[in-house]
């Protein structure tokens, strides 16, 4: 059995380099000119301030140092990839970082943020981080093993999919850090404390993205001294990779990322529908009708936190992969008529 001891020591390894480099990407933001500005969909406070958009280096730096780290530590491994694994999802990571902070630079096109995005994700699958299999909600057994183009088709879409969900997430203080903290808790438990044997080894990377993002979220948390810009992709890059080393936790992931994902889903349907890119953000997501109607941030990214831990939670409940089914069901229908309230009222709110 591994010390808690271990754990502590991560956790508090990842979220000690986020304070540190906060200030750091604060300062360094500041003085290049790497800042956030008023346009577009961006019109929130932090952006009338003009802080920091290098927030993403808190994540970046404190992950990874982390992660190294942590392959020093006296624990068991028993993922004869894991190694392999390790190695794509920090060098995957390491292209959608650099992707993203050049974003920040250079206001990077939609083409060429999903060609990044194309690039971490088709890393990542080369190092054996794919989805090989589910389980079958009906007999809780897991699916044979599929085609090797099905794999990695799904496992491509999974990650681009994931990261577009956690940048068009990020439209208000503390939210996308906040959400992915929860992710990676509900990630961590599935490891450490609910499969047997343990996968104590990958649970440091989850301790790590939860270490990093508290970490990230206490400067981001409205008022923000620093956003995380094109780090979002990065984040979402963890989420996305993290889910499938983790032994395919989609269940787990899906519920809490449940309502993103649909309004990811929803709005690029909607774009489409008007002949927009559906990669080119707007004020069309949750977050910001909210915050039109008058919600407060904070008010909104609680009611987010609240939500998806709910029903993030669910998924420790029971094993039973026909409860988790029902569940998803459940959510995605409650999220759908959210929705559908939502664009009532705002088509209300236009007419008069």
């Known amino acids: 059995?591994?010390?808690?001891?271990?754990?502590?020591?991560?956790?508090?390894?990842?979220?000690?380099?986020?304070?540190?480099v906060g200030p750091i990407a604060d300062a360094l933001g500041k003085r290049y000119k790497i800042v956030s500005i008023m346009g577009g969909r961006r019109v929130n406070d932090a952006d009338a301030r003009g802080v920091s958009k290098l927030g993403g280096l808190c994540l970046f730096l404190s992950f990874t140092i982390t992660v190294l780290l942590a392959q020093f530590l006296p624990v068991p491994h028993l993922d004869?990839?894991?190694?392999?694994?390790?190695?794509?999802?920090?060098?995957?990571?390491?292209?959608?970082?650099?992707?993203?902070?050049l974003d920040d630079i250079y206001q990077f096109k939609a083409l060429s943020i999903f060609t990044g995005q194309s690039i971490a994700g088709a890393i990542a699958i080369a190092f054996q981080i794919f989805i090989e299999f589910f389980n079958n909600p009906i007999t809780g057994q897991q699916t044979l093993p599929w085609a090797h183009i099905v794999t990695v088709t799904l496992s491509y879409f999974w990650l681009v999919g994931m990261m577009n969900t956690v940048n068009f997430l990020d439209g208000?203080?503390?939210?996308?850090?906040?959400?992915?903290?929860?992710?990676?808790?509900?990630?961590?438990?599935?490891?450490?404390?609910?499969?047997?044997?343990?996968?104590?080894?990958?649970?440091?990377?989850?301790?790590?993205?939860?270490?990093?993002?508290?970490?990230?979220?206490?400067?981001?948390f409205y008022p923000a001294r620093i956003i995380m810009g094109g780090g979002a992709f990065y984040l979402g890059y963890l989420i996305g990779t993290l889910s499938i080393i983790g032994g395919a936790k989609m269940a787990a992931?899906?519920?809490?990322?449940?309502?993103?994902?649909?309004?990811?889903?929803?709005?690029?349907?909607?774009?489409?529908?008007?002949?927009?890119?559906?990669?080119?953000?707007?004020?069309?997501?949750?977050?910001?009708?909210?915050?039109?109607?008058?919600?407060?941030?904070?008010?909104?990214?609680?009611?987010?936190?609240l939500f998806c831990a709910f029903f993030g939670v669910l998924t420790l409940v029971t094993d039973s992969q026909l409860f988790k089914f029902v569940t998803l069901g459940v959510m995605l229908l409650l999220v759908a008529i959210g929705f559908v309230l939502l664009a009532r009222t705002r088509t209300t709110q236009t007419g008069s």
């Open 1 to 20: 059995m591994v010390d808690s001891g271990i754990f502590v020591l991560v956790f508090v390894m990842a979220l000690s380099i986020a304070l540190i």
């Open 172 to 220: 208000l203080d503390g939210l996308a850090g906040g959400v992915a903290f929860i992710a990676g808790t509900m990630l961590f438990v599935n490891s450490a404390l609910r499969v047997t044997p343990p996968q104590t080894s990958v649970s440091l990377l989850m301790l790590a993205l939860m270490g990093s993002s508290l970490g990230f979220v206490l400067y981001n």
């Open 253 to 305: 992931i899906l519920l809490v990322m449940g309502l993103p994902l649909m309004d990811l889903l929803w709005q690029a349907i909607n774009r489409l529908r008007r002949g927009k890119n559906p990669f080119e953000g707007d004020r069309g997501h949750v977050h910001f009708r909210l915050l039109d109607m008058g919600f407060s941030q904070r008010q909104i990214v609680t009611g987010y936190y």
């Open 80 to 101: 004869s990839y894991e190694v392999v694994r390790l190695i794509g999802l920090l060098v995957g990571g390491t292209v959608i970082f650099i992707v993203g902070l």
